[in-house]
């Protein structure tokens, strides 16, 4: 007899565990599903973040395209050089976003280098919605201060805080453009650029010795591909020497971008960011700005007499620069196509910027095609951090931009934290207190920062990133990870990647999307419902009922009645009843992997509990009962 009942209960237990797998399994199944929505809903954040991004970053390919296309329709009728300074510059200042009423500015500076050594532009300053405008007259600095040509410019630097006159001198060790012979003027030589040392049409011609037969080489019709450029190199001023050079002077501007000191007509910002008319004036001193340089200046051509007082209006400081031996040039002069420089931090404002450059040529009397100069724009791509916090700060979702290669510095995070940072130059990379910033003892120097220096704020980004390093990269599959490895009940985060790139133009970043894989709501009851306090009080309610009639019922064991009811299934009975009045707590409260477990096997087993007495109950009554009746009819 005590074998049958043990083994009804095995079986009562067996089946209440299948129940509890199937409801397991049923859980996994709403977790998978749950975890596929939420790659739906990454998918459709990236997407969304890809559009802005490629909107951004295609529109300063398509602004010098533009430009290029005017420039080789003869919309510059000197092909940029001085004589176009006007029309260059309201161009390029339309291109800024900017106008007569108020500054809308897109975070471009386009400006341009031409291979004269000309420089015309808009750069950011210290005032974040007013570009300043550089210019630099074409001509070769190294030059003599007494004897050359070039000497007209010796005394046109000003002090940036005093605005006193300086001469235009290099220093030892200053860079400066020679062509490598007396009268300054650069040869044409095909270009060392990647295309043409790598083009087998061109290669035999440069391994030529003889002068004639490499010109003959080159100008035949398999050639005509080739690109030239000034033959020219970047020599350094000796310590015995006295050089001079052409200055690059930063302007302030009008309202119509055009240089500008008249008092009242001068753009400036208040330190509340509102742009208005003010004076333009040295940094500190706060001497009015008045420069009114006379001489035969490049920009004078247009003039009848070749002489203006124009050039340098509005320039409060002056610097030695050379657009032909500064990166952004000299990359674009190699590779002879549009490219995009590697993010870099600009000093002012201080952000994450990058640099589109295009490469400019122009045909020769001979027919051949020479390169002339480089177009370029600067841009701040705090755009790009912006539009991820408004959007996505406080979501539930993070996001984050960065470069597709080591060390993966960051472009923009969802989370609002800056992109870019101050760490301390003894080597300790510990970031610096604001004191230790403002103050001027070199502790401080600027960093970008990289997908690991979320370790310890919002570390779950650089958890997702380690976990695709774990798979290859391979951004068609989806990583999970727990918030904490060491806590397998902490929140488990999906985390999606795609690639934007421009592949042409040295661009390549990742999107990373990440965010927690939602549980279902239907399965907790929280304090702010109001369900929550009726299911505390009948759980307790019905267990003190059930305790309750359990203890009265084991005191009377002893009685008859008692023990007619049978003392220890009925027991069993009250107590498994008790007990799951209790199991109704576990709906109670946030949804953690522990929990959810509980609530599937507690209700199982106890369940069991509770039936398992009375089903074994009616079979004892069946076997009793039925075996009188089948006996009683065999006597039959």
């Known amino acids: ?335 002879q196509r549009p490219l995009f420089s590697d993010p870099y931090v600009f000093i002012t404002p201080l952000n994450i910027g990058i640099t589109y450059t295009y490469p400019i040529h122009q045909s020769d009397d001979q027919g051949r095609t020479v390169f002339a100069g480089v177009l370029a724009v600067d841009m701040v791509l705090d755009d790009i951090g912006n539009f991820l916090t408004e959007e996505y700060n406080n979501t539930g979702y993070y996001v984050a931009v960065y470069e597709d290669r080591e060390p993966y510095f960051m472009i923009g995070v969802s989370t609002g934290r800056s992109v870019v940072g101050y760490v301390r130059t003894d080597g300790s990379n510990q970031s610096c207190s604001q004191e230790q910033i403002d103050s001027e003892d070199g502790l401080c120097m600027v960093v970008q920062q990289t997908i690991y220096n979320f370790t310890q704020e919002y570390h779950i980004l650089t958890k997702v990133h380690e976990a695709f390093e774990d798979i290859g990269n391979d951004f068609e599959q989806i990583v999970a990870v727990h918030e904490d490895d060491e806590d397998l009940d902490s929140t488990v985060v999906l985390g999606t990647a795609l690639v934007y790139e421009q592949p042409d133009a040295n661009l390549k970043w990742r999107i990373v999307v990440v965010a927690p894989i939602g549980k279902n709501p239907d399965a907790s009851v929280t304090k702010d419902d109001g369900l929550f306090f009726v299911i505390l009080v009948f759980s307790i309610l019905g267990f003190s009922v059930c305790f309750g009639l359990f203890v009265a019922f084991f005191r009377r064991r002893k009685e008859q009645a008692v023990q007619f009811a049978d003392v220890q299934f009925t027991s069993a009975f009250i107590l498994g009843n008790a007990l799951l009045n209790l199991s109704t707590l576990t709906f109670l409260g946030p949804n953690t992997d522990q929990l959810c477990l509980l609530r599937m096997w507690s209700s199982s087993l106890l369940f069991s509990m509770s039936l398992s007495p009375l089903f074994v109950k009616a079979f004892r009554i069946w076997k009793l009962l039925g075996t009188s009746v089948n006996m009683a009819k065999k006597t039959d």
Request: hydrophobic residues 25%; contains cysteine; glycine residues 8%.
């Open 1 to 335: 007899m005590m074998m049958r009942q043990l083994l009804s209960t095995i079986i009562l237990v067996a089946l209440s565990l299948v129940q509890a797998e199937q409801q397991q399994q049923q859980q996994q199944d709403e977790v998978e599903q749950s975890s596929g929505q939420q790659q739906q809903q990454n998918n459709q954040v990236q997407g969304r973040v890809y559009e802005n991004i490629d909107n951004f970053m295609s529109h300063p390919v398509t602004t010098l395209q533009i430009f290029a296309d005017f420039l080789s329709l003869g919309g510059f009728p000197n092909n940029l050089g001085a004589e176009d300074q006007d029309l260059a510059i309201k161009y390029l200042y339309s291109i800024t976003g900017s106008n007569e009423e108020e500054v809308d500015d897109n975070g471009m500076r386009p400006f341009y280098g031409l291979e004269n050594g000309l420089l015309l532009g808009y750069w950011h300053s210290d005032l974040n919605k007013v570009p300043v405008l550089v210019y630099r007259e074409p001509g070769n600095s190294g030059y003599d201060p007494v004897t050359s040509p070039l000497s007209i410019y010796a005394d046109t630097c000003v002090h940036a805080e005093t605005g006193e006159e300086q001469r235009c001198q290099l220093e030892t060790g200053d860079p400066y453009i020679s062509c490598g012979n007396d009268d300054d003027k650069c040869s044409l030589v095909p270009c060392d650029s990647l295309d043409n040392l790598t083009d087998p049409t061109t290669h035999d011609c440069s391994q030529l010795t003889d002068t004639e037969e490499q010109n003959d080489c080159i100008n035949s019709s398999n050639n005509s591909n080739i690109i030239w450029c000034q033959n020219y190199t970047i020599e350094y001023t000796t310590s015995d020497e006295t050089l001079g050079y052409v200055p690059m002077t930063l302007s302030c501007i009008n309202d119509q971008g055009d240089f500008s000191q008249t008092p009242g007509q001068v753009l400036i910002e208040t330190p509340e960011g509102i742009v208005e008319n003010g004076t333009c004036t040295y940094d500190e001193s706060g001497v009015m700005v008045n420069r009114t340089l006379t001489g035969p200046f490049a920009s004078c051509a247009n003039e009848p007499d070749g002489i203006c007082n124009t050039t340098f209006v509005g320039g409060y400081d002056s610097r030695q620069y050379d657009p032909r031996w500064r990166e952004w040039y000299t990359e674009s002069r190699k590779y």
